[in-house]
């Protein structure tokens, strides 16, 4: 009779996760990293639109707006690391989220009816994928120059108006009108997340996402369409 060796590993469970690493893997969880990283996103936005105003101040304002940014590296890639990490782990909850969702129901509704969803709610998962493939296309424009015929380091303004006229404009206005679905549901979304008390109509929570999404939205897209017009020039 032969006997088969087993390794120490063999048979041994995993070990337990603790109830913080169970917590933050349940969907309470995801839905709170969500929540907070869509937080610190969404202020992000806000200020970077209000840097961006500075170009109607004119060349020397916003170059001088971008040394500042630029004065200490260590800080301002500490800044842009962070970011990256928000944005993976808005990301990987939502990935984990929907994964979870289908699970649940492998087999999708045989007729469905729009009752209480909005067009921005259904077309999270069009925006989400589109404005992450912006931004990369964004950082390669105006941040490193690298698809910028005409970039020149430290130059802002210059880098502005000549990299924001034509298609680049409309292409920079189209993205700002999918953030603005995404950001008017995410926002609403996150107070619920958060507890607030929120109905989908006539609430508080609907007011602040509308105010706060036409604020910045609108605000970035008034930069490019300047261009467009003139109003922005060399």
Do not use: C
Request: net charge positive.
């Amino acid at each position: 009779m032969s006997v088969v060796a087993s390794s120490p590993a063999a048979g041994r469970r995993p070990a337990p996760r603790s109830r913080l690493q169970r917590f933050l893997t349940s969907s309470i969880g995801l839905k709170l990293i969500m929540a907070f990283s869509g937080v610190f996103l969404s202020l992000f936005a806000l200020g970077h639109m209000l840097g961006n105003l500075q170009a109607y101040q004119g060349a020397e304002a916003l170059d001088a707006y971008g040394a500042l940014l630029h004065k200490e590296p260590a800080l301002l890639w500490g800044v842009r690391l962070g970011l990256l990490g928000l944005v993976g782990m808005h990301i990987f909850a939502y990935l984990a989220l929907t994964r979870r969702n289908n699970t649940a129901r492998p087999k999708g509704y045989r007729q469905r009816k729009w009752r209480e969803s909005s067009y921005a709610s259904r077309s999270m998962t069009l925006t989400g994928p589109l404005l992450l493939a912006f931004i990369v296309y964004h950082i390669l424009h105006l941040t490193t120059g690298t698809v910028h015929p005409d970039y020149e380091e430290g130059a802002v303004y210059h880098n502005l108006v000549t990299g924001l006229g034509g298609v680049n404009g409309l292409i920079y206005i189209a993205a700002m009108a999918m953030l603005a679905f995404h950001l008017w549901h995410g926002v609403w979304s996150m107070m619920l997340t958060l507890g607030l008390p929120e109905g989908r109509y006539g609430s508080l929570g609907r007011t602040v996402a509308t105010i706060f999404t036409i604020l910045v939205t609108v605000g970035f897209a008034t930069v490019p369409l300047a261009v467009l017009t003139g109003v922005l020039h060399l």
